[in-house]
T-cell receptor, first 109, second 114 residues
Framework: GDSVTQMEGPVTLSEEAFLTINCTYTATGYPSLFWYVQYPGEGLQLLLKATKADDKGSNKGFEATYRKETTSFHLEKGSVQVSDSAVYFCALAYDKVIFGPGTSLSVIP | NAGVTQTPKFQVLKTGQSMTLQCAQDMNHNSMYWYRQDPGMGLRLIYY???????DKGEVPNGYNVSRLNKREFSLRLESAAPSQTSVYFC?????????????FGSGTRLTVV
């Protein structure tokens, strides 16, 4: 069946460091891909999405490119801030939504 | 503000008590969902409603019931709470069942069963 795999966390970075959170997926069709962010004590928020191969989703300095050939949708940000500390979930949507397990990010000053 | 509203935000129940978690969305979305989030278990789908008048079981429906009261409201009921139902519950909505436009989540209900 369809699935989403994310890199294990927690990830700890210094402020202004480069961020990559890996996400790979398995799907029988051609899904839409998403990144959601969950700040402490809050619900998940849609961060960015891509609907077809080679699409790049971007928001708040975060980017991810839909790579069909490697079945990946890695999240990147060039310079993280303390306020980016949160849990990040990769997800796919085809006939239903599948969430990855989440990756916790802590950014220290 | 447009979005998904959940009530209550916090609740403590004794084993065997019942309660209903409320969820309402004002985005005219067709589909609504209830998830629970537990440490190390990720998000697990309890029930969903593809459209007004329909509901279906998700991965972990045992011990829960739902009602899609109208297009806006989707409630989750615990008939006889158990400690294993201690969790954070999230309601979400989407224009389509497939979720290909993305979900909008509520801020959650933190439930403790003692």
């Amino acid at each position: 069946g369809d699935s989403v795999t994310q890199m294990e966390g927690p990830v700890t970075l210094s402020e202004e460091a480069f961020l990559t959170i890996n996400c790979t997926y398995t799907a029988t069709g051609y899904p839409s891909l998403f990144w959601y962010v969950q700040y402490p004590g809050e619900g998940l928020q849609l961060l960015l999405k891509a609907t077809k191969a080679d699409d790049k989703g971007s928001n708040k300095g975060f980017e991810a490119t839909y790579r069909k050939e490697t079945t990946s949708f890695h999240l990147e940000k060039g310079s993280v801030q303390v306020s980016d500390s949160a849990v990040y979930f990769c997800a796919l949507a085809y006939d239903k939504v599948i969430f990855g397990p989440g990756t916790s990010l802590s950014v220290i000053p | 503000n447009a979005g998904v509203t959940q009530t209550p935000k916090f609740q403590v129940l004794k084993t065997g008590q019942s309660m209903t978690l409320q969820c309402a969305q004002d985005m005219n979305h067709n589909s609504m969902y209830w998830y629970r989030q537990d440490p190390g278990m990720g998000l697990r789908l309890i029930y969903y409603s593809a459209s007004e008048g329909t509901t279906d079981k998700g991965e972990v429906p045992n011990g829960y019931n739902v009602s899609r009261l109208n297009k806006r409201e989707f409630s989750l009921r615990l008939e006889s709470a158990a400690p294993s139902q201690t969790s954070v519950y999230f309601c979400a909505s989407s224009p389509t069942l497939q979720g290909n436009y993305g979900y909008t989540f509520g801020s959650g209900t933190r439930l403790t069963v003692v």
